[in-house]
């Protein structure tokens, strides 16, 4: 048997390597667990090398577009490889900042498999041999995985995941994704800018149908100004592979057989708990639908075992991980939470760029609750004249009585980043007013939201007053 810990977290994503630190600066002995590079999906994956993608194409974007603004480039072209690199680059740069605050904070890192055996113990199966460890708490970080649907077709070499799609060393010419959420709408976005054909198909009504319905049709309208094929409620049959080595998807919409052919299909459906590994033979957590079992705690049905991140029910994203990983370690130190787990920001990297907050009209009216919307289209808004911004707005829920902020809506260049303002708002449940009292500066594309919030409270100067019933 190895050390004994306070905290051992089995994965080192964004959820694994903050409760780990977040525990190291508590006083508490913490080891943390990984068989593959720390950062997880989000840093290797995910987020980041998507986001690199995202940026890059932009700017090749931006510059085939110079004439709008007096700007005149002529033969514009990009090197996919160098494209790739650079994304290798700035997640390489993040990797190697996680392992040097995991070693600023004495954090100890076991390399190798982790595996949840009884009375706390962790089995960690690395190229080394194995080694087991006893900690008084473990935190269960181990992330997810792609989802593949059981369609036939989807294990042909030519059907990729997100994982595989970043290991391609060309261009795709065409792309058949399959899926319409976050990870659909941004890839498609990336190779649509690099000259790729692309189509989604979704089985939903509409894209990202979890998010305002606004969003969601201006997207599919930019979307297919830009060139993508777009299907909605199209439910997929199979994928056949064609003579030529093309790949063709076949799916049902509107009562008919549709086929589209392309070099790759994308399948963007999801991700699953990845717990391949995760529990030794006698340990057996509740689960439901593959996922970990937890209370309001992040306690797992094990006593001193929790679960954090995709492993456990709500959305997958690698802010909340992070949040969840915060929590959890606080209340291991048995100090007082610092962070609100349950207002989650919900972000998509398009041009615009979306983002979200709290309640949508529709869910307030579902929900009983009577509110006031303050709405600012950001065509009249300076900074979005300026850089030529697609058409967006920036919408915000209060409540009727008080005029407490409870939800946001944006799509609008710098959403991602504006969105901070409004979650502190939901969070911390400031009214209009409060929000307005600070002065925002000009030009900027911020401006908006203040719009928007005078326009709930019935004071905006920009905006067209709402005609009386």
């Known amino acids: 048997m190895g ?117 706390k113990v962790v089995r960690v199966a690395g190229e080394e041999g194995e080694e087991s460890y006893e900690a008084e708490n473990v935190i269960l970080a181990a992330g997810s995985k792609p989802l593949i649907l059981p369609i036939p077709g989807l294990d042909l070499p030519g059907v990729l995941t997100s994982d595989e799609l970043f290991q391609l060393e060309e261009r795709p010419e065409s792309l058949v994704i399959i899926g319409g959420g976050v990870i659909s709408v941004e890839f498609a976005s990336v190779y649509a800018n690099l000259g790729c054909k692309v189509t989604i198909v979704e089985a939903m009504p509409r894209l990202i149908p979890n998010m305002d319905k606004e969003i969601s049709q201006n997207l599919k309208m930019i979307l297919k100004k830009r060139g993508i094929d777009i299907h909605t409620s199209a439910a997929v049959q199979r994928v056949e592979q064609e003579e030529d080595g093309q790949y063709t998807c076949v799916f049902i919409e509107k009562e008919k057989e549709v086929r589209v052919s392309a ?152 959403a991602t980043d504006m969105i901070g303002e409004l979650v502190t708002a939901v969070v911390n449940r400031l009214t209009a007013q409060q929000l307005l009292k600070g002065m925002r500066a000009h030009p900027t594309y911020n401006e908006g939201v203040a719009e928007a919030l005078e326009d709930a409270v019935g004071e905006a100067i920009h905006v067209m007053p709402k005609k009386k019933r």
């Open 3 to 119: 050390e004994k810990f306070d905290v051992i977290v089995i994965g080192a994503g964004p959820g694994g390597y903050v409760a780990a630190i977040k525990a190291a600066k508590s006083g508490l002995r913490t080891a943390i667990v990984e068989n593959r590079r720390v950062g997880g999906t989000c840093l290797n994956r995910g987020c980041i090398p998507a986001k690199a993608m995202i940026h890059a194409s932009s700017v090749y974007k931006e510059m085939q577009e110079g004439g709008r603004f007096g700007v005149a480039a002529s033969d514009v072209s990009y090197d996919y490889g160098k494209i790739v690199a650079y994304k290798e680059e700035t997640t390489d740069k993040l990797c190697q900042g996680i392992e040097q605050l995991l070693k600023a904070n004495a954090v100890t890192l076991l390399s190798g498999k982790g595996t949840l055996e009884k009375g």
């Open 263 to 414: 070099q790759y299909v994308l399948c963007a459906v999801g991700r699953y708990p990845n717990t391949d590994g995760l529990f030794g033979d006698n340990v057996e957590l509740d689960m439901e639908r593959g996922r970990v079992v937890v209370d309001d705690e992040f306690r797992t049905s094990m006593e001193g075992v929790y679960a954090i991140g995709d492993l456990v029910k709500g959305m997958q994203l690698a802010h909340l991980a992070s949040a969840q990983g915060v929590y959890v370690a606080e209340r291991i130190a048995g100090k007082e939470s610092s962070i609100d787990v349950h207002t989650v920001p919900g972000c998509v990297y398009t041009d615009p760029e979306i983002a979200s907050v709290g309640v949508t009209e529709d869910e307030a009216k579902e929900q009983g609750i009577a509110v006031k919307t303050g709405k600012f289209i950001m065509s009249a808004n300076g900074k979005s004249l300026i850089t030529k911004e697609e058409r967006g707005f920036v919408k915000v829920i209060v409540e009727a009585d008080t005029d407490v902020v409870i939800g946001a809506q944006m799509m609008c260049a710098r």
